[in-house]
């Protein structure tokens, strides 16, 4: 009895693993299938991303660039794992955060596909993020935005205009030449639609279709010529772009759309005369960025077309005079409006109404107006220059701008105003300018009053003192052949030597640290020192000076720290030629002696040669160091210029030399060269003298024997001069010409390179009396706005031909065709085969380095046969 009710108890206990299964059956019943799933995928989904408010926030938070990287990677991450989920609920929010690291410059490739899934979308919101990613992250260049093409189409068909719109959009910022071929007809056909909002759209992915795909251009002429009569300003925006594209593509449509210029007159007409439009008005000014439209493309019709440009100047008048000057935006009307006068051909006084408003706005207070005003100026004053010179003053105190640019444009524009009429007070401005101005302008300025001194100088009174001038305040900064030029200019000033030897002398008194005037006042004291000390200056009053006081200042520049190894050979030099002026002949042994163990080998090579002449041959030093001729100028482009002045620092072929000497101990005839200071009189195919034992008096008699200074190949030999017979070693050096004889044979120029506003031009001479050699002197100008620097040309030849390239006149090709740098090539053409030559370029041109190479095979016959 006491167990049964165990037993009860017992028995009445469920089983705990049958009532958990009962349980869950219960459950199963009672929640659907569906659910089920659903909650599934619930415990398996990530995290919900984060928005790309909170995206930016948290970037902007970022204290280091690798905390930065840190929190994009992180990033990256998760949305990679959101795009193998294909999570469709938060794509367009990743794709979205994924530009946006975009924009930051992090790689946002792998998104590409997840933008064509948003553009494939019903959803608006998620086309637009995948649109807009296909623009950023898709170009041409990849396969993959070919995929884009059908949804384009399909979109372009859209029922809602917005959604064309983003097509639109897309394919007129990114389309293939292959998509907007496919998707032309699309394109055209909503040009025709009444929807403004599309017209304007489909305007703007015209223009890129014909970028693209140029023969596609006539399938828009139709609707384009109604686009003018929209009173939408934003669909005659575009149409007047599109307008624009065509005529500067086509010819064939800039000569159709010409008929079109009084429409666009009258359009521009009410735009000026229309009342105020809340809409469209700008600074009191009604819808300028039309107006500008519109002038661009008047100025494209007008060109070189006398019937549209007549059809147009009134209009351009009516602007010109009516806009506000005191908004920027009048200014950008009014630029616009000058460029367009400018272009076309318009009447005269349009023209200098055109520049007065250039002139204006040269005394605006904004330094962009005034910077576009002075490069307007400088490309229209070679053609109105008279209308030019009425800002002159202006234009003037614009050189006195803290804007360097300004500045620099202002320099430029003043020495394109320079002319004989107003040479004096353009070169006081201009020397002042350069004694205030920046090192950075110096050699610029330096080069252009070199420039403008020679071509206005009214006398060479003035244009000596304005170099010496220059010498004076940027001696430092002058081009290299400054100095050959201005010794030129003072030899062939015969009634100016006293005055300018004087000038030079006190010039030395008070300043040797420019090195380019101490250069040319010791070589006019080794020339005319006789006339110093004797004190036969007209021009002003003259100064006392003895001899040993000249001897002084010159034997101080031998010692100086300032001077540098070039301008110790020119004082050497100088040294050695007043042995012949001066009566103090000892003093200029011992000190010519002195040098000759100098530790500067080429000083001492020179005072080995000096001594040479005072020791073996004194009765040939008046003869060799007498006053230098008159130089002709008429040679100035052939070899003769380049043996005087030698394009760099040697102004003579006959006196001593001045510049570092190249020695060549296994040619002894350069020895007799350099000691004659001729030494840039090499042959034009460099020949192997033979080598002779040195003796004590016959050395230079037997060079005199042996040598050809003609040019010619070979070396043809002179009888030689007996050795008792040292006076007539003069006429062994008249038997033979000194330098190259050239003579014109009547051989054509041609142009040789022109690119890039660089040209090169050939002309050709014959050598005499070698008529195997061809005389090639190249003039390399410049037609841009800016010089072209460190320039250098070379040139080769096959192997039957041989070539000897002289030095260059400069490295500096002066900008607008205001200077031509001329250099000599010699060419031997023994078989006289056609000659052909491939020539190299190197330039720096606008801070960029330009390199280039061109084949010439079209030389005259008259050149090499």
């Known amino acids: 009895m006491m167990s049964k009710p165990d037993d009860r108890r017992t028995a009445s206990r469920p089983d705990p693993e049958p009532l958990a299964a009962r349980r869950s059956e219960a459950r199963a019943q009672l929640i659907p299938d569906d659910s089920i799933s659903f909650l599934a995928s619930l415990r398996l989904r990530m995290p919900a991303p984060i928005r790309l408010r909170e995206l930016i926030r948290t970037i902007r938070t970022a204290r280091t660039q690798a905390e930065e990287r840190e929190m994009i990677q992180k990033e990256c991450a998760a949305i990679r794992s959101s795009f193998r989920e294909e999570d469709n ?164 449509m800039l000569t159709h759309f010409r008929k079109l210029v009084p429409q666009l007159v009258r359009i521009l007409k009410n735009l000026i005369m229309s009342g105020y439009s809340p809409e469209h008005d700008v600074s009191g000014i009604s819808d300028p960025f039309l107006q500008v439209r519109i002038l661009r493309l008047l100025r494209i019709l007008g060109k070189n077309d006398d019937d549209s440009s007549e059809a147009m100047n009134d209009i351009l008048a009516q602007v010109a005079t009516n806009t506000e000057t005191s908004k920027n935006v009048g200014n950008a009307i009014l630029y616009e409006t000058v460029l367009t006068i400018m272009d076309i051909k318009s009447e005269s006084g349009l023209r200098v109404l055109a520049i007065n408003i250039l002139g204006r706005f040269l005394l605006n207070n904004d330094k962009n107006i005034r910077y576009v005003a002075l490069t307007s100026l400088l490309k229209t004053v070679q053609t109105d220059h008279n209308a030019v010179q009425r800002h002159r003053s202006t234009i003037v105190d614009c050189l006195k701008d803290l804007d360097v640019s300004i500045k620099r444009r202002a320099m430029e524009l003043s020495f394109a105003l320079v002319n004989g009429n107003n040479i004096r007070g353009m070169m006081k401005e201009l020397l002042y300018f350069l004694d205030s101005c920046d090192p950075e302008f110096k050699a610029d300025c330096a080069s252009g009053v070199f420039l403008a001194a020679e071509k206005y100088a009214p006398s060479k009174r003035w244009h000596i003192d304005t170099i010496m001038r220059v010498l004076t305040t940027a001696g430092s900064y002058v081009r290299d052949d400054s100095v050959p030029n201005l010794i030129q200019l003072i030899t062939n000033s015969v009634e100016m030597h006293a005055y300018t030897v004087q000038r030079l002398y006190k010039a030395l008194l008070d300043d040797i640290s420019q090195q380019p005037l101490v250069q040319v006042a ?216 000194l330098f190259n004889d050239i003579a014109a044979a009547g051989i054509p120029s041609m142009t040789a390179y022109n690119k890039n506003g660089l040209k090169i031009d050939f002309t050709f001479e014959r050598a005499n009396p070698n008529p195997n050699i061809a005389v090639i002197t190249i003039h390399a100008t410049n037609s841009t706005e800016a010089e072209m620097t460190d320039f250098v040309f070379q040139a080769a030849v096959p192997k039957t031909f041989q070539l000897q390239l002289l030095s260059p006149s400069s490295n500096v090709v002066p900008a607008l065709n205001q200077g031509t740098v001329t250099q000599v090539i010699r060419v031997l053409n023994q078989q006289k085969q056609q000659l052909r030559m491939r020539i190299k370029l190197t330039y720096t041109h606008k801070g960029s380095a330009v390199q280039d190479l061109a084949e010439v095979n079209n030389f005259p016959p008259q050149s090499w046969q």
Request: charged share 20%; glycine share 6%.
């Open 89 to 252: 609920t938060y794509r367009c929010r990743n794709v979205a955060k994924l530009l946006y690291m975009h924009m930051l410059g992090y790689p946002a490739h792998f998104g590409q596909l997840e933008c064509l899934k948003l553009i494939a979308s019903q959803k608006f919101t998620d086309k637009r993020i995948g649109y807009l990613g296909a623009m950023l992250l898709l170009d041409e260049r990849q396969d993959v935005h070919l995929l884009m093409t059908n949804c384009i189409k399909n979109d372009l068909n859209h029922s809602t205009q917005y959604v064309q719109g983003l097509a639109l959009c897309t394919l007129g910022c990114m389309g293939s030449s292959e998509m907007c071929r496919d998707l032309a007809g699309e394109v055209e056909k909503l040009l025709k639609t009444s929807n403004s909002y599309l017209r304007k759209k489909a305007a703007l992915c015209a223009v890129h279709v014909i970028r693209k795909v140029p023969e596609l251009m006539e399938m828009f002429l139709p609707a384009t010529k109604n686009l003018l009569s929209e009173k939408n300003h934003g669909v005659l925006h575009t149409s007047v772009v599109l307008l624009t594209e065509m005529c500067e593509r086509s010819p064939d």
């Open 522 to 737: 010791s070589w006019c004291i080794g020339e005319y020192g006789d006339l110093l000390v004797s004190g036969q200056c007209e021009e002003e009053e003259p100064i006392q000076v003895t001899e040993d006081e000249v001897l002084d200042v010159l034997e101080g520049l031998l010692v100086s720290n300032l001077s540098t190894p070039v301008t110790r050979g020119y004082s050497l030099t100088a040294i050695m030629k007043l042995s012949t002026r001066f009566s103090s002949v000892n003093r200029i042994k011992k000190v010519v002696s002195i040098y000759g163990s100098s530790i500067d080998v080429e000083l001492q090579q020179r005072a080995v040669e000096y001594n040479a002449l005072f020791k073996k041959y004194d009765h040939m030093r008046p003869a060799l160091l007498e006053r230098m001729p008159i130089m002709e100028k008429t040679a100035s482009n052939g070899p003769t210029e380049i043996v005087q002045t030698n394009g760099e620092t040697e102004p003579s072929a006959v006196e001593p030399k001045h510049p570092p000497l190249v020695t060549q101990p296994t040619n002894q005839a350069n020895d007799l060269l350099d000691l004659l200071g001729g030494n840039d009189v090499v042959p034009v195919i460099q020949t192997t003298m033979p080598t002779k034992p040195a003796s004590a008096g016959g050395e230079l008699l037997d060079l005199l024997g042996d040598l050809s200074l003609t040019g010619g190949p070979t070396p043809v030999p002179a009888p030689s001069v007996p050795t008792s017979q040292p006076p007539f070693l003069l006429d062994g050096l008249s038997s033979q010409p």
